[in-house]
């Protein structure tokens, strides 16, 4: 596997040492909302944020692919649990009808494009309903974000199989049978600590069309370059560089 035959990565995937865990994550406490629920994570890496939603009374369950990451690097809380999980067929392995949450957080990028049709079905299969997706990714206009831009790549060739559109995702979600898809902006946490507020997520249809028509209109632009630097322009009018969505099954 890769993380065993490279231990090095997992050294390199740390958090911000510098940022509380109630910093980084509370936008996702809020719009999870308040325990009890069930929450899944797809791809938990080394389980800081499935570990930190634990210890804030939900019931958890983290997973990740190989027994390499995860489980070895968290603390032992009577409120998280782990799992093995190819991230994709997620009906195989856990219950249909079982979760309240599903979360994944710069995971999707990752997986074989032809597989995200049948990940986000699987995602729909063990969610109860009512229950609710989360899931952050980076935006195709704004990369590529993984080693890639280094080479001065223009599309990601690295880790990252694929970066996305809002709109692209948001066809995808809907063939796998969620019809409530919401758009979230939540304000940078560098603005948040300069302010002093706490400022809480939103998340909104009507935004979400909102920057399905922006990103539109950057793809217009006929270089990857010129479309990063508009991208980033356009963080004045709450353009977000990075994608994050709510879908909700009904």
């Given amino acids: ?81 782990w799992a093995i999980s190819d991230g994709v067929h997620l009906h195989k392995f856990e219950s249909p ?28 299969s063990i969610l109860k309903g009512g229950g609710r997706y989360m899931f952050e990714t980076p935006h195709k206009c704004c990369g590529p974000t993984d080693i ?39 304000v940078p946490l560098k603005i948040k600590r300069l302010l002093g507020l706490r400022i809480k997520p939103r998340a909104s249809q009507a935004f979400l069309d909102y920057l399905c028509v922006l990103e539109k209109l950057i793809l217009l632009l006929p270089k990857q370059s010129i479309r990063r630097n508009i991208a980033q322009i356009l963080r004045l009018v709450l353009f977000c560089p990075n994608i994050f969505m709510i879908a909700q099954k009904n």
């Fill in 1 to 81: 596997m890769l993380y065993h035959d490279l231990e090095w990565l997992n050294r390199l995937c740390g958090t911000d040492v510098q940022i509380l865990p109630s910093e980084l994550y509370e936008d996702w406490v809020h719009l999870i909302g308040q325990p009890p629920k069930r929450i899944y994570e797809v791809g938990s890496g080394k389980g800081e944020m499935i570990q930190y939603l634990a210890s804030c009374g939900f019931d958890c369950r983290g997973t990740e692919i190989t027994w390499e990451r995860g489980e070895k690097f968290v603390s032992k809380n009577c409120n998280l649990s």
């Fill in 97 to 124: 009808n079982s979760y309240d949450v599903v979360i994944s957080q710069w995971v999707i990028e990752h997986l074989h494009p032809a597989d995200l049709s049948d990940h986000f079905k699987g995602v729909y």
């Fill in 148 to 186: 890639s831009w280094v080479f001065m790549i223009e599309e990601p060739i690295g880790m990252h199989l694929k970066e996305y559109t809002y709109h692209e995702l948001r066809q995808l979600l809907i063939c796998a049978g969620f019809s409530t898809i919401y758009g979230v902006y939540k």
